[in-house]
């Protein structure tokens, strides 16, 4: 609930602290006080939109501060503080502080960390609900009559919410395999023409590096072919350089004893045959491997030529041809077992629908349900609040099945008709300020206790009646109060006023070309004082103070 609120140069408040209590607070004050300014003030902590004339004049920046407690932070308000990595200890009171520049722009903070208006605007349906002569937010809003519904009824959507999901999940399933199949269907043709290139082809991993060194090594035994041709005639026969060194070394072994320099002539002859010996095998062995056959060189280069267009045609290496082949096949096969797994795709969604239609159907029946009881409620309250000849309907519709979702297959609305055989229409087209303000408090009524924001704010919910309405209206304001915790109403009722726990006067004051509001908390004698004035205007007659004790003995 709202505890405090600080509020600095907005508009003609100077200045101001506020504290606040559970219970129902009342604020009053004379028309033109500056009523209206407090709640411009509590709107910019709820993310409106921040007017440079809110400032005050003279005065560089305005700023408003407000703060929160709660016996336990609302899932509402801890989703969105952790989405947007705020923390929060338990216990903490949050703070939210907004300004305002004079020369446009503004600033706002969450326990002093900055941020958005955009966030505030999301923690403002758990923190306040404020319903003004013209409101367009809270109750007025369509867009949360499910909710409230619900909430009424007791639902309990995790359930619902968990089957959509399930649901959902398996028609994306589905609807994807299905665009998948259709592909490939259409690419099956040229799938299985692909595939029977590659399979003719029959590429090996490494046979591309294989055939390459292979060709390579023919295209040069192809270059070097005459002149190791010309080698080999020098090598062989009986006059060639080697057979020479081997007759000269022979003859020297006959004469090596002689002498030792003959000797060791004849060792480095010996190592020259040796080495001429080793020579020849090289060559040899050069030219076995160097050794080429057109045909088979031709082949190579033809076999790599198809290979490597191949690749450049799937647009990979040659040594992923292979793998390429085991993923064509495998599409293939999934193309034949594809009808098998979309019909247990289709029997999964089918299933998935069933399961969530059922839950659907049951919280559409508890709604249905839900919103009688809630009619009846309402229309319990509407006579004591002069809405006699009203009626309220609480519509619940089945939506397309396109519409449905993780809160089932419907929609629901309040609606009204204010005079008897009058069409029921939307809560916001109702015509007079005092009406829609009366319906709000009787809905809220029916609904309390049903869970909302931790703060209510009425703005003169009680227009245009007196008497016993007023009373009916007062005793309501205080019923709830009680029910939610804290509801605060501006009013000019001394019948709603005298129900106050708390009262705040709203004044204004000049002094010279100055003007001031200001807001004070009253004590017992100053809200007799206020009362009393609240019922007979400028001059405070006895009379009127009589007429305040017993409005404040009676409730």
């Known amino acids: ?105 503004s600033k706002a903070f969450v326990n002093d960390q900055p941020t958005s208006a955009g966030l505030l605007r999301e923690l403002a349906p758990a923190l306040v609900e404020l319903h003004g002569q013209h409101d367009d937010r809270g109750l007025v809003n369509p867009r949360g009559h499910r909710m409230l519904l619900d909430r009424y009824a007791g639902i309990d959507l995790g359930g619902l919410e968990k089957r959509w999901r399930s649901w959902a999940k398996t028609e994306a399933q589905l609807s994807e395999a299905r665009a998948a199949q259709e592909q490939a ?14 399979t003719t082809l029959a590429p090996i991993v490494g046979e591309e590096v294989q055939l390459a060194s292979a060709r390579s090594d023919m295209q040069k035994g192809e270059k070097l072919s005459g002149e190791l041709e010309d080698l080999r005639h020098v090598w062989e026969g009986s006059d060639s350089p080697l057979a020479s060194l081997r007759v000269a070394a022979r003859k020297l072994d006959r004469i090596a004893p002689e002498h030792a320099m003959l000797a060791d002539a004849l060792a480095s002859l010996d190592r020259a045959v040796i080495e001429a010996g080793e020579a020849e095998d090289k060559l040899e062995a050069a030219a076995r491997a160097l050794v080429h056959d057109p045909a088979a060189l031709d082949a190579a280069e033809t076999r790599l030529f198809e290979l490597r267009a191949m690749a450049r045609k799937h647009r990979c290496d040659v ?9 064509m096949r495998g599409k293939l096969d999934a193309i034949e077992s594809g009808d098998a797994e979309l019909s247990a795709l289709e029997s999964a969604a089918k299933q998935a629908r069933e399961t969530y239609l059922k839950t659907a159907e049951k919280a559409h029946a508890a709604r249905v349900k839900a919103a009688k009881s809630l009619d009846k409620a309402v229309a319990a309250e509407l006579a004591p609040l002069k809405l006699d000849a009203a009626r309220f309907l609480t519509s619940v519709a089945v939506l ?15 609606l009204i008709a204010t005079n008897p055989g009058a069409d029921f229409a939307p809560l916001a087209k109702i015509a007079s300020g005092g009406e829609l303000s009366r319906f709000i408090l009787a809905l809220k009524v029916a609904l309390a206790e049903k869970g909302g924001a931790a703060t209510i704010i009425f703005d003169e919910i009680d227009r245009g009646v007196g008497g016993a309405v007023a009373s009916a209206i007062g005793e309501r304001l205080a019923r709830l109060a009680s029910a939610e915790g804290q ?26 070309t100055v003007t001031k509001t200001s807001v004070a908390a009253l004590d017992q004698a100053g809200r007799q004082e206020e009362i009393a004035r609240m019922l007979s205007g400028a001059e405070v007659t006895p009379e009127a103070r009589a007429q305040a004790d017993r409005l404040l003995e009676g409730v």
Do not use: C
Request: cysteine-free.
């Open 185 to 198: 269907k259409l690419d099956e043709e040229l799938l299985t023409a692909h595939l029977a290139e590659l």
């Open 1 to 105: 609930m709202l505890t405090r609120l600080s509020i600095r140069n907005i508009v003609l408040i100077e200045a101001l602290d506020l504290d606040f209590a559970r219970g129902l607070g009342v604020l009053t004050g004379e028309t033109g006080a500056g009523k209206s300014i407090l709640l411009d003030a509590v709107g910019l902590i709820l993310g409106d939109r921040a007017e440079t004339a809110l400032v005050r004049a003279g005065e560089a920046k305005a700023s408003v501060t407000a703060s929160f407690e709660f016996a336990e932070l609302p899932a509402a308000i801890a989703q969105a503080l952790d989405d947007a990595d705020i923390d929060i200890e338990p216990g903490e009171p949050l703070l939210i502080r907004r300004q305002v520049k004079a020369d446009g722009g």
């Open 319 to 327: 040594d992923e041809l292979p793998e390429l082949m085991i993923d």
């Open 400 to 414: 397309p099945e396109d519409k449905w979702g993780a809160y089932g297959m419907d929609s629901a609305e309040f």
């Open 487 to 512: 509801l605060l109403a501006v009013t000019h009722s001394p019948q709603v006023a005298a129900r106050g726990g708390m009262h705040y006067l709203i004044a204004k004051a000049s002094s010279g």
